[in-house]
């Protein structure tokens, strides 16, 4: 099995790669810093990349996948979720940042990989709950997610051979790490208050658990229509656990 999945430095990215590795799968990891306990595995390769520098990116990913014929799993995992403020005070350059990594980027991705490889079985996108309660104060993330589910629908019309999906994980530590809960007007934004109560409970998930009930997932959306977005919650877990 061979598996692509970016940002494999984040928390979440790292125990996806993990898991498919201890299981014998040939796993391509993309991030800007390589990771040495990933390193350790033979059938582990890294690309350092900043997914935002778009013609490097293709450059460098050509060359990087360029000898691989078939991808059975693609894993869309990068994002950025930026700071959260009123959308009348969000610059625009937060949302165009936010489009570029969680968004265009991926279509750079998609397109190297459609251009270079003779099959692609599965892509998955990591996406976020946030697009449908379109929560106040995380509006550049819920725009940029709601255009990468719609981006998952586009290519799974156009390309019919392989699965799209876009799922969103659930609140892991992957959200808790880059979520402001613990400052901002909490008034404001009820779900960072959410977030600290679920986490005060000690309700999130670790890395490896909500990796696995991840892979899970992708196994269950892959018997569904291509294009689909799923919530993992409502497959396995308590409504409480949004993000």
């Known amino acids: 099995m061979k598996v692509l999945i970016t940002d494999t430095g984040s928390v979440f990215g790292h125990a996806l790669a993990m898991e498919y590795l201890n299981t014998g799968a040939h796993v391509y990891g993309i991030s800007p810093r390589s990771n040495d306990q990933l390193n350790k595995y033979v059938n582990y390769k890294h690309l350092n990349q900043d997914i935002k520098k778009f013609d490097e990116l293709d450059i460098k990913l050509n060359a990087f996948l360029g000898h691989v014929n078939v991808f059975d799993l693609v894993i869309l995992n990068a994002d950025t979720m930026p700071e959260k403020l009123e959308i009348m005070k969000t610059p625009l350059e937060k949302i165009i940042e936010a489009m570029n990594v969680n968004v265009l980027a991926n279509k750079v991705i998609i397109d190297v990989l459609l251009g270079c490889s003779s099959a692609i079985y599965q892509v998955v996108a990591i ?4 697009l449908i309660s379109s929560a106040r104060g995380w509006n550049a993330y819920a725009i940029s997610k709601s255009a990468l ?15 799209f999906s876009a799922i969103d994980p659930g609140m892991t530590d992957r959200a808790i790490d880059k979520s402001d809960y613990r400052k901002g007007n909490k008034k404001m934004h009820p779900v960072s208050r959410k977030l ?48």
Do not use: C
């Not at 996406?127 to 946030?130: E, I, P």
């Not at 589910?149 to 699965?163: F, G, K």
């Not at 696995?212 to 656990?241: H, K």
């Open 127 to 130: 996406s976020s709950g946030a």
């Open 196 to 243: 600290k109560g679920v986490h005060k409970k000690g309700n999130i998930p670790d890395p490896i658990y909500a990796a696995n009930y991840m892979i899970e997932a992708m196994g269950i959306v892959l018997q569904e229509e291509s294009g689909t977005y799923r919530d993992v919650r409502d497959l396995f877990f308590s409504p409480e656990l949004s993000d």
């Open 149 to 163: 589910n719609t981006l998952m629908r586009l290519y799974a019309q156009e390309v019919p051979e392989t699965h």
